[in-house]
């Protein structure tokens, strides 16, 4: 039996489409626990780029068993739109699977997750505006509608009619926004139903089944650590759990079966939207980095925060999720820049800080302490093991390793599937 979780360890986008993609091959079984359509997962096949939202990045390897499992929030329109995107380039959905206990999002998530931004103003915290938090909030108040709900029409009926009375209400009372239109949803709700229905299924059966069974299961994480709920940098987090226990109740596993934890570890740190960064690079060097490495967002088109490898992070992140193994993305990006910085600590009020701290106060004070390491100019975009990389590379993999006291298994030094070096089979 082999259960492995995959997590973002900094703030998102590591690579996580990328290194699953990779791990789908051997995996049989591949299972989203958390999230909804604000991730966005890049697996490049050969020259194709698919960016998923919602649908596993396993679905690229024809028959492998896709699980959107209960912790993910939907958003239907979303999820038929990916499916057909899919379908239009020939890759076949049919082992796809949908949690009857998944949280629906519908459109007033949405509207209220724009609204309340706009509240916000300057503290904005600048999320995707794809309605996650408000269905978090529904899931937690009892009033959410599940996925479940889509096979039984009057129940949905019901539940929005509810909702919706309330919603309008504080929409115009607090927000000074229109109200939805219950028959107008509905309608549009009866698509996805008849769409969906053949794909809604007990998706916690057929994991511990599959477990039982022995496959393989990758479990993929959305985010990433800095954004978990209770680990991340609050408020400016996600309202899921992405760290490795949100796999056990976004999935509806014992803690038991999970054998081991793979963090996804970009080679130096970007994050997208509000919040405090301390390794965040303002001058040129940023700029380099955004452009070698394309960092746009994949579902914002937002250009992302730049910085260098921050371990105060790596460590918290080995701590929350257990991690027994690193896959390190994007090392390519850092060629030519020399030499490179590592955040080995914070400096605040005079003592040095290993710890990543709590409060968002001490955070925004902090002062990142750097150690200078030589970089390298060789392009590694060729490199297949460990011997064909540059020396100081090959320096800096090992610095990071000590740092963060977690062994790297896999590198990416480029996005395709074979830009890939595997130090240490994962399955
Ligand atoms: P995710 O959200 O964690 O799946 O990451 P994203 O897909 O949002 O962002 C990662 C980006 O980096 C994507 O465009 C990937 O194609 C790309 N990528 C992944 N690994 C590598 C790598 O090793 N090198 C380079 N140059 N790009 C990579
Ligand atoms: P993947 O899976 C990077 C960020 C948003 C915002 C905060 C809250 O591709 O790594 P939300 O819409 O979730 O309420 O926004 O979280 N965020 C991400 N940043 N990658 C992601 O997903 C993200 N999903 C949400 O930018 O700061
Ligand atoms: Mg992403």
């Known amino acids: 039996m082999a259960a492995v979780v995959l997590v973002g360890a900094q703030w998102g986008d590591e690579g996580k489409g990328k290194i699953t993609d990779y791990l789908a091959e051997k995996a049989e079984v591949v299972v989203r626990y958390q999230g909804g359509s604000n991730a966005g997962h890049t697996v490049m096949v050969g020259e194709q780029e698919f960016k998923l939202h919602l649908v596993p ?8 068993l896709c699980l959107i499992g209960n912790g993910v929030v939907v958003d239907p329109a979303v999820l038929v739109q990916e499916l057909d995107g899919l379908a239009e380039r020939g890759i076949d959905t049919s082992s796809l699977r949908i949690s009857d ?25 600048g999320t995707t505006k794809r309605g996650i938090g408000p269905a978090y909030v529904d899931k937690t108040a009892r009033t959410g509608i599940r996925v479940g709900d889509l096979l039984d029409w009057e129940e949905f009926r019901g539940k929005l009619a509810r909702n919706l009375a309330a919603v309008n209400e504080m929409l115009a009372k607090i927000y000074d926004r229109p109200g939805y239109v219950l028959e107008a949803i509905l309608d549009e709700y009866a698509g996805y139903a008849r769409r969906l229905r053949p794909l809604i299924a007990d998706t916690v059966h057929l994991v511990n089944e599959a477990l039982k069974n022995g496959r393989r299961v990758l479990f ?4 990433g650590t800095l954004l978990d709920l209770d680990q ?3 408020p400016f987090v996600t309202s899921s759990y992405p760290t490795a226990g949100g796999a056990c109740i976004g999935a509806g596993i014992g803690p038991t079966k999970i054998n081991k934890v793979l963090g996804v570890v970009k080679a130096y740190t970007t994050r997208v939207g509000g919040g405090p960064f301390p390794a965040e690079i303002t001058g040129s060097i940023g700029d380099t980095l955004r ?39 994007k090392l390519d990006v850092l060629t030519g820049i020399d030499p490179l910085r590592i955040c080995t600590g914070y400096r605040y009020g005079g003592e040095i800080i290993r710890d990543f701290p ?16 030589p970089g390298w100019q060789e392009d590694i ?17 090992r610095r990071l390793e000590e740092l963060a006291g977690v062994p790297v298994h896999l590198i990416a030094v480029g996005p ?8 240490e089979d994962v399955f």
């Open 381 to 397: 975009t060729a490199a297949r093991s460990l011997a064909d990389l540059p020396a100081a590379c090959r320096s800096y993999i």
């Open 220 to 223: 993929e994480g959305a985010q």
């Open 57 to 64: 990045s396993g679905i690229l390897y024809p028959g492998k």
């Open 101 to 125: 206990r998944a949280h629906l999002i519908l459109p007033y998530h949405k509207g209220l997750d724009a609204a309340e931004e706009e509240r916000r103003g300057q503290a904005q915290i």
């Open 232 to 234: 991340g940098t609050y």
């Open 358 to 373: 709590a409060s968002l106060k001490v955070l925004q004070q902090c002062e990142p302490v750097y150690e200078e390491v």
């Open 416 to 423: 395709r599937r074979d830009q890939t070096i595997v130090v």
């Open 291 to 329: 452009e070698q490495g394309r960092e746009y967002g994949t579902t914002t088109g937002r250009p992302r925060r730049c910085g260098w490898l921050d371990t105060v992070i790596l460590r918290h992140a080995a701590e929350v999720n257990g991690l027994t193994g690193l896959a390190l993305t």
